[in-house]
């Protein structure tokens, strides 16, 4: 089988859609298939719109894990931002996938053709990747199988508006077959009318033997964080992600705490997140580690060195962090927003809140950390959770039988007509 895969960004970018997108075309490659990857040149996401942020320091191709890896260069232009968003507001579907104040310019990435059996766009609200993707699979006559990671966050929210546009629904209606993390994400898809035997409801997973197993009193001892408790975030450093209301709760609770908190944040910083530590001097309290984006091979370090894992998300559709964190024996902290409740239940393996209440968050980190009994047994069950089913070569094997199925309908259907 030969397989095209479009995606916003790719390894070593780290982010939900790019662990399981380097996952699953890790296993194509493994299985004996030949895989393309299609994909910007942006580290950061920023990137697209803002030429001083962080680009991948690649090779245009490149051989990822058996995959040839194609980063299209992205391109900037004066007033650029302004542009795109007049331009979405042009009435035509397929002109809105591609332009939008945030969305990238990638000369040459709609052009891609050649004789794929199946082709994969991953990751919205960059709708450009999959619409790029539905060109290709069109000139291919082969199936198309979009996964949006869609943030539906609280009917209502700007972020649930971001990722419920009629073109995006439009774009969903094309696919052969749309993979969701959670069943609720599922049953959003089928309100918009697509018929319920193109979804499929695919839990994330996680490699447990790249992000277990580190050494969490070395990178404590890298960046000068002593033997205290410690809580931690891995990821899009972002108010959306609720990083700004970690560190509020967090100076709640140092304010009448003899034994300080030390809070570290690892990830790309988003420039309303660097507004955010400006505007109050945040930079400026001791207890605040701030270490950019961190290596792959220092993520199992960082969740070992941590005892609590907090991340108040809004904009998560499903948040394989919490699983890495569970992998670990990490209790966590979520938001009761997205797809998340679906994955962290309260109470079980971890604590949900409401996003931006910062006093249940406040009284959320405390229980965990005076109370590591309750800690531990959260953590423990989290464990035992991953180890009972999240794992990739179970996902694969389904994805893959349904990919196999699609491909085969699209031929039927091919034959029928001819």
Request: proline residues 11%; contains cysteine; aromatic residues 8%.
């Given at each position: 089988m030969r397989i095209a895969w479009f995606t916003h960004r790719y390894h070593p970018c780290l982010g939900g859609a790019e662990t399981y997108g380097r996952a699953m075309v890790r296993r194509f490659v493994a299985s004996g298939h030949s895989v393309d990857v299609f994909t910007s040149d942006a580290h950061d996401l920023r990137y697209y719109t803002d030429p001083s942020r962080r680009r991948v320091d690649a090779p245009a191709v490149s051989n990822v894990d058996g995959a040839v890896v194609h980063r299209f260069p992205v391109k900037h232009l004066p007033l650029q931002r302004y542009a795109g968003r007049l331009l979405s507001?042009?009435?035509?579907?397929?002109?809105?996938?591609?332009?939008?104040?945030?969305?990238?310019?990638?000369?040459?990435?709609?052009?891609?053709?050649?004789?794929?059996?199946?082709?994969?766009?991953?990751?919205?609200?960059?709708?450009?990747?999959?619409?790029?993707?539905?060109?290709?699979?069109?000139?291919?006559?082969?199936?198309?199988?979009?996964?949006?990671?869609?943030?539906?966050?609280?009917?209502?929210?700007?972020?649930?508006?971001?990722?419920?546009?009629?073109?995006?629904?439009?774009?969903?209606?094309?696919?052969?077959?749309?993979?969701?993390?959670?069943?609720?994400?599922?049953?959003?898809?089928?309100?918009?009318?697509?018929?319920?035997?193109?979804?499929?409801?695919?839990?994330?997973?996680?490699?447990?033997?790249?992000?277990?197993?580190?050494?969490?009193?070395?990178?404590?001892?890298?960046?000068?964080?002593?033997?205290?408790?410690?809580?931690?975030?891995?990821?899009?450093?972002?108010?959306?992600?609720?990083?700004?209301?970690?560190?509020?709760?967090?100076?709640?609770?140092?304010?009448?705490?003899?034994?300080?908190?030390?809070?570290?944040?690892?990830?790309?910083?988003?420039?309303?997140?660097?507004?955010?530590?400006?505007?109050?001097?945040?930079?400026?309290?001791?207890?605040?580690?701030?270490?950019?984006?961190?290596?792959?091979?220092?993520?199992?370090?960082?969740y070992d060195a941590i005892d609590v894992f907090a991340m108040p998300s809004r904009t998560d559709s499903f948040g394989i962090v919490y699983l890495e964190a569970w992998a670990n024996g990490k209790p966590v902290i979520a938001a009761r927003a997205g797809g998340v409740p679906e994955v962290v239940i309260h109470g079980e393996a971890g604590l949900l809140v409401e996003f931006g209440d910062i006093s249940a968050l406040e009284r959320s980190i405390s229980k965990l950390l005076d109370d590591r009994a309750y800690a531990a047994r959260l953590g423990e069950a989290g464990r035992a959770l991953v180890e009972r089913g999240y794992d990739w070569d179970h996902r694969f094997a389904t994805l893959n039988a349904r990919v196999e199925t699609a491909i085969g309908a699209r031929s039927g259907r091919l034959a029928a007509s001819a």
């Open positions: 507001y042009v009435p035509h579907w397929r002109t809105q996938c591609r332009v939008a104040s945030y969305m990238p310019i990638i000369p040459g990435l709609g052009k891609i053709r050649g004789d794929y059996d199946a082709v994969f766009g991953v990751g919205f609200p960059f709708t450009l990747f999959s619409y790029a993707a539905l060109q290709t699979a069109r000139a291919a006559d082969a199936p198309l199988i979009l996964t949006p990671f869609l943030h539906l966050s609280t009917p209502g929210d700007p972020v649930n508006r971001t990722y419920t546009r009629p073109h995006q629904i439009r774009l969903l209606s094309e696919a052969d077959v749309i993979v969701s993390p959670t069943p609720n994400a599922s049953e959003v898809v089928a309100g918009w009318g697509v018929p319920r035997d193109r979804l499929l409801t695919l839990p994330m997973a996680i490699e447990r033997a790249e992000v277990t197993g580190g050494d969490g009193a070395t990178l404590r001892g890298r960046y000068g964080v002593g033997p205290g408790p410690v809580v931690g975030q891995l990821g899009a450093l972002d108010p959306n992600k609720g990083t700004p209301d970690v560190i509020r709760a967090v100076d709640r609770i140092n304010r009448d705490r003899p034994e300080a908190v030390t809070l570290l944040l690892a990830g790309s910083a988003t420039p309303e997140f660097d507004a955010f530590l400006d505007r109050d001097d945040w930079r400026s309290r001791p207890w605040l580690k701030q270490l950019g984006p961190i290596l792959p091979e220092d993520v199992p370090s960082f």
